[in-house]
Nanobody
Framework: QGQLVESGGGSVQAGGSLRLSCAAS???????MGWFRQAPGKEREGLAV???????SYADSVKGRFTISSDNAKSTLYLQMNSLKPEDTAMYYC?????????????????WGQGTQVTVSS
């Protein structure tokens, strides 16, 4: 089993930006990778997915503001977050899905990182 380690979380004011990183080891290129988040008292929410072919899909709540990317080997996954809002405050998780053609609508993560906290103040 592989490992997913997130970094880059922190506190930022509304309108600001953050870039999350995820060091992925033990996974191969044919996995789909993505980012989820969970705010206190709310369900986990899928945000962005990149599949084995590099195709990307996003949740409506972050489309146009967040960008998912990775290196060619998917050893590092990124989430660039711009125009952050207080409602983006949550724990953010890097995830991996053995189905290599997952989309934001179909992704069912098989593996999760430990999470990194993002706090956006107004």
């Amino acid at each position: 089993q592989g490992q997913l380690v997130e970094s880059g979380g922190g506190s930022v004011q509304a309108g600001g930006s953050l870039r999350l990183s995820c060091a992925a080891s033990g996974y191969t290129y044919y996995y789909s990778m993505g980012w989820f988040r969970q705010a206190p008292g709310k369900e986990r929410e899928g945000l962005a997915v990149i599949d084995r072919y590099g195709r990307r899909s996003y949740a409506d709540s972050v489309k146009g503001r967040f960008t998912i990317s990775s290196d060619n080997a998917k050893s590092t996954l990124y989430l660039q977050m711009n125009s952050l809002k207080p409602e983006d405050t949550a724990m953010y998780y890097c995830v991996a899905d053995q189905w290599g053609e997952a989309t934001i609508a179909t992704m069912t993560p098989d593996y999760w990182g430990q999470g990194t906290q993002v706090t956006v103040s107004s």
